[in-house]
């Protein structure tokens, strides 16, 4: 039983790939699972996901959550595009790199405040980062004055909608973040910390862990995954916009919880998360492929939610009960 839920989001993820391959054999007489472009569409709108998720995951796992992640996003896609319209395109490749940075710092620094708001004066993460959400929506918003900010930039957009041998870069660059954070997690210290953090914080603290400057860690780590979001998004769409991440922070946050965190923390893994932002953009594809409306895809991510904090509790229920 304890083996059956730790491995449900795998079971799920299989059970609703062989759904959608048996419609479409019935259907259209085609497959779903083994057409490249179907692969594709799959692993682009997963690794919008998982670029949002993926530090979500590591302050989850330590017992907090971060709200902000979405217009964390958006601050840093607005960064972005402002820098490249502001120094123009003519030095390519050094633009690039100096709004790469604007948006990459602009991010930081949510991250630094809400890491400040948790660990010094001790407000709850829930309230903290939907405080910061507030705050860096309207920053965003104020600085692209309430509109898109469109740019032409041949290196921005080749970061969006270029490949690597053959592979889009999006999905390149949450693959290796999804490593780096994943190696993170399993292999060091710093993992060891987070999910103690997450079990038993007074243990953590008695041990001599400076506790305070390890959530600091944790936020910024959440607040430049989610930077990264942005500067994907921009170089997608060639233009920053303060809503960026906004639509993707239920996804990014069911991915976290249908991968097997807790909401008490102390459990999680980036694997699980991987596989959970792939269940998402199963869902989200395959409801466009079979002709629903968009919208559905709320409601059926909705449903995978609840069904996941449901097995949390299963799960936590039965391990209390081997006790």
């Known amino acids: ?136 929506r309207g920053v965003a918003l104020i600085v692209a004055g309430g509109a898109t900010v469109s740019i032409r930039s041949e290196e921005v957009r080749a970061f969006g909608n270029g490949d690597i041998l053959g592979i889009p870069v999006p999905v390149v660059m949450a693959l290796v973040l999804a490593g780096a954070c994943h190696y993170l997690l399993t292999y060091t210290k710093f993992g060891i910390y987070t999910y103690a953090l997450g079990a038993n914080r007074a243990s953590v603290e008695r041990a001599g862990v400076d506790v305070k400057r390890h959530l600091i860690k944790l936020f910024v780590l959440s607040a430049l995954t989610a930077g990264i979001g ?20 239920l996804y990014a946050v069911a991915a976290v919880f249908i991968g097997g965190a807790s909401l008490t923390g102390g459990q999680g893994t980036i694997i699980g998360t991987v596989i959970g932002a792939i269940i998402i953009a199963v869902i989200q594809f395959g409801l466009v492929f079979s002709g629903l409306p968009p919208y559905w895809q709320f409601v059926a991510v ?10 949390d509790q299963s799960r936590d229920k039965f391990l209390g009960g081997a006790k």
């Not at 769409?237 to 922070?249: H, K, M, R």
């Open 230 to 249: 942005g500067l994907v998004y921009t170089g997608r769409f060639s233009a920053g916009a303060a809503n960026a991440g906004e639509p993707i922070l």
């Open 302 to 311: 909705g449903l995978v939610i609840v069904v996941a904090v449901l097995v």
């Open 1 to 136: 039983m304890k083996t059956l839920l730790n491995a449900w989001s795998w079971l799920f993820l299989a059970l609703i790939l062989a759904f959608f391959e048996i419609y479409a054999q019935v259907e259209t007489g085609s497959t779903f699972i083994f057409r490249a472009y179907n692969i594709q569409s799959v692993a682009v709108a997963a690794s919008q996901i998982l670029l949002l998720s993926l530090g979500l995951t590591l302050v989850v796992v330590a017992g907090h959550i971060d709200l902000s992640i979405a217009f964390t996003t958006g601050l840093a896609a607005v960064a972005m595009a402002l820098t490249v319209r502001l120094l123009g395109d003519a030095n390519g490749w050094v633009v690039f790199a100096v709004a790469i940075s604007v948006g990459m710092l602009a991010a930081v620094v949510v991250g630094l405040v809400n890491g400040w708001l948790v660990a010094y004066l001790d407000v709850p993460s829930f309230i903290g980062t939907l405080g910061t959400y507030g705050i860096a």
